[in-house]
């Protein structure tokens, strides 16, 4: 693990690492906030997962979440989006596949298994990165994310639940097996056997084994430019209905898919996460 920039920040750290990954081929780079508590003992941590286009520095600049991260004492990871560099054909001609378009799963399709696995980097060889090398308490994570990100936080939240105790996320793709970004996403990673979709869309996972930790939290802007195509709020409520799952979605009147909305509500859901960690 090399260590590439730290500013002290609310009386903590926030740093930009990057090491060697094998789970995806390449070198990766990451953000991790720790509070000032972090100075005497480990702490709770969350895990932030980033939409499509984004990097690890999107949350860090944009979100605001250090100052009530230092008051709560939590830190905060903000692993990349997907592998770089790796130069596979076609890897970067759309926003919404291949570069920055991880999806967080394991991808089966060639080249792409080669080391688009961002599901298994986040749960395995990050996650222990982290909790050896940083002072967090791993026995008290949680994950949260935006957009395609609030897919991964989701869907691996819910399959990990002894790993990942507290889940919420911002503007969630809420079923990715039923809109034109997972369709397009799952089609070249895993292939067109729908079946083997099912793993990674959260309302398939909801109603198939339930969640019993804490409730889902879940913002959604009114304004969002993709709600009634892309993110579909509804099939996550029908889904956490069917399946007796606590879920606090919350319509927020006028916002939109962007940062400014994630900074505005950010704070709740930090403390969603501390209250439970």
Not at 158 to 169: C, G, M, R, V
Not at 237 to 260: I, K, W
Request: with cysteine; glycine share 10%; aromatic share 12%.
């Amino acid at each position: 693990m090399k260590t590439l920039t730290q500013n002290k920040s609310f009386g903590g750290t926030q740093g930009v690492y990057s090491h060697e990954s094998t789970e995806t081929s390449c070198t990766m780079r990451f953000g991790v906030y720790l509070p000032p508590a972090a100075e005497k003992a480990p702490v709770p941590v969350v895990f932030w997962l980033s939409g499509l286009t984004c990097t690890e520095e999107n949350f860090i600049v944009k979100a605001g979440a250090q100052r009530v991260a230092a008051e709560l004492g939590i830190a905060i990871v903000t692993p990349d989006t997907s592998p770089r560099g790796l130069n596979y054909p076609g890897e970067s001609e759309s926003y919404d596949f291949g570069v920055g378009a991880g999806f967080y799963v394991d991808a089966t399709e060639a080249p792409w298994s080669k080391g688009y696995r961002m599901y298994s980097y986040i749960t395995k060889e990050f996650f222990d990165l982290i909790a050896d090398e940083f002072a967090v308490d791993a026995t008290r994570a949680g994950i949260f994310g935006h957009s395609m990100g609030g897919h991964g936080a989701l869907t691996i939240g819910l399959k990990n639940p002894d790993q990942f105790k507290t889940i919420s996320a911002f503007s969630p793709i809420v079923s990715p097996t039923r809109c034109p970004w997972g369709e397009k996403a799952l089609t070249g990673y895993l292939g067109s056997d729908r079946a083997s979709w099912a793993d990674y869309d959260a309302t398939l996972l909801i109603q198939k084994q339930g969640w019993a930790g804490p409730e889902l939290l879940v913002d959604q802007g009114t304004a969002d430019q993709f709600l009634q195509e892309q993110l579909k709020p509804e099939l996550l409520t029908a889904a956490c209905n069917e399946a007796n799952v606590r879920l606090n979605l919350r319509m927020q009147p006028g916002y939109d898919h962007s940062y400014f909305f994630i900074a505005t509500f950010i704070e709740d859901h930090l403390r969603h996460h501390s209250a439970h960690l």
